[in-house]
């Protein structure tokens, strides 16, 4: 801080001015002074007397902003030279300090001249754009920078030009704007000068507070309310007593001193919650391009049109919406109509609300009992009977035989096949989380067939061993003996009958 403000002392001129920082510790800032009984802040004045600081009894440690404040002012560019120890803390300092670069020094400081050139290279290849104090008051300044190969920046970055060498040209383009008028023929003056430099940029403001088509005004204009103001630039000047957009409000009948704070819902920031305008202290709504949708309320708070919706459709198309909250119709319930509760949809077969073993919920059956499924909680793959129901449609989709192998495309449409090569392959019923049977059932011909059963979204699923079981073969062998065995028995009889009656 000594070094910033104490030009004469320390002999600055007006150049590039850099301080080399060398240390091997880390650095004391504003608040470590009470340690030692010192509260006083620093007061950022130079106070040196034989090269020696004389306050450091009586001021704290100047804060960091404080320091980049008088560093900037005096433009001075920091060098951190420092060991690798301390190099972390001295580069997130760096962060915070403009126009500041670190170097690591070796043990014996050996490398401090090397450290000096690369840090002045570093900082001198980057130009960085700043105003000078404060700027007045409604006024904002946005850059354009166009650096080395015509690269262009915008926002923070059109601030700074970086990677430049000694020799090249750089261009900014700074535009100025004011949201706030001052008094009449008033003039501001503000300066802009890159970082680490003396050399500024003087931009003297003169502000436009009228517009040319002022001066064709129409004074007592029939556009403004009774005739109370100047009709000019397309909008109403009030004359004196009047105040509104068509001078519609009479000073002595609405508060002047903030007109808004009436359009302001619980004293907030937003008028009219940012969807009317504040006339004579009352809100007036803004207007949709879909006159369906509508705002409403005393601070136009309240919409028709931002309910939560449901399959894409406001309320679930069971509702209306009123500030921002749907009113659902009769036998509907949710944030957006979604929930039904018509019960008509849950009835089971018997007339028990899904069969009564489960709940129903907005319309569609939960089940309690896991053995049951179904959107009525009848269906019981696991249940007794459940085999022999479905055996013919299984044997007349796998085998084209049995009872429905003539209606079978249209009685069992609602099966889904999936054949397997060995019994080893069915399911089985610890394999998923929901219910499974396992299914022997014999055809015409006596032949097992071996499927498993379980219901999913209301179709059949059905895993099924294509190949009938041994038992049919050893069976089909047996029959055909019987069957030889019979002929020859018929054949002996009647050669024995002949014989006797012979």
């Keep these: 801080m000594q070094v910033a403000v104490c030009k004469e002392q320390i002999g600055w001129r007006n150049v590039t001015r850099l301080l080399v920082f060398s240390t091997d510790a880390g650095f004391h800032f504003a608040g470590d002074g009470k340690l030692g009984g010192i509260v006083l802040p620093n007061d950022g004045r130079c106070h040196l007397e034989n090269n020696m600081y004389t306050m450091s009894h009586y001021y704290d440690y100047p804060s960091i902003a404080h320091l980049v404040q008088k560093l900037s002012e005096h433009n001075i560019q920091t060098i951190f030279a420092v060991t690798e120890e301390f190099q972390s803390v001295y580069q997130e ?76 040209e750089v261009h900014f383009q700074i535009s100025v704007e004011s949201q706030k008028c001052p008094s009449p023929g008033k003039q501001e003056v503000i300066m802009i000068k890159p970082q680490g430099f003396t050399e500024k940029v003087e931009v003297i403001l003169d502000f436009i507070c009228d517009c040319e088509c002022a001066a064709k005004g129409e004074p007592n204009s029939k556009k403004c309310f009774e005739s109370s103001g100047t009709f000019e630039c397309g909008a109403c000047k009030c004359n004196e007593g009047r105040i509104g957009q068509i001078c519609e409000c009479s000073k ?9 704070a009436n359009c302001r819902k619980d004293n907030g920031t937003d008028i009219c919650s940012n969807n009317g305008d504040c006339v004579c202290g009352t809100c007036e709504c803004k207007k949709r391009d879909n006159p369906a949708e509508v705002y409403s309320g005393q601070y136009c708070e309240c919409d028709n049109f931002n309910c939560d919706r449901f399959n894409n459709k406001l309320c679930g198309g069971h509702g209306r919406c009123e500030c921002r909250k749907c009113i659902c119709d009769a036998n509907y319930t949710g944030s957006a109509c979604d929930c039904s509760i018509d019960t008509s949809t849950c009835l089971a077969r018997n007339g028990q609300i ?61 099966f889904r096949l999936v054949r397997v090569q060995k019994t080893e392959e069915l399911p089985q019923p610890t394999d998923q989380p929901f219910p499974r049977a396992i299914c022997k059932e014999r055809d015409e011909n006596d032949c097992w067939f071996y499927f498993t059963l379980a219901v999913r979204n ?45």
């Design 354 to 414: 899904c069969n009564g073993r489960g709940e129903c919920e907005c319309g569609t059956c939960k089940c309690t009992d896991t053995k049951f499924q179904g959107p009525t909680c009848e269906v019981c793959p696991t249940c007794p009977g459940v085999c022999p129901e479905h055996k013919d449609c299984v044997q007349c989709l796998t085998f084209q035989t049995g009872e429905k192998k003539d209606t079978c495309k249209e009685d069992c449409k609602n």
């Design 252 to 260: 002595d009948e609405v508060r002047t001193d903030d007109l808004d």
């Design 458 to 502: 209301d179709t059949n699923e059905v895993h099924v061993f294509e190949k009938p079981g041994i038992q049919c073969f050893t069976q089909l062998l047996l029959d055909s003996s019987y069957s030889v065995q019979k002929r020859e028995e018929s054949v002996t009889s009647t050669w024995f009958k002949r014989q006797v009656h012979l």
């Design 93 to 168: 300092l760096k962060n915070l300090i403009p126009k500041s670069a670190v170097g690591t020094l070796s043990a014996n400081s050996s490398n401090v001249i090397k450290l000096i050139i690369d840090a002045y290279n570093s900082l001198s290849s980057e130009v960085i754009l700043e105003p000078v104090g404060k700027l007045p008051e409604g006024v904002s300044l946005s850059y354009k920078s166009i650096c080395k190969n015509n690269v262009v920046g915008t926002g923070e970055d059109g601030r700074k030009c970086s990677n430049i060498s000694i020799g090249d």
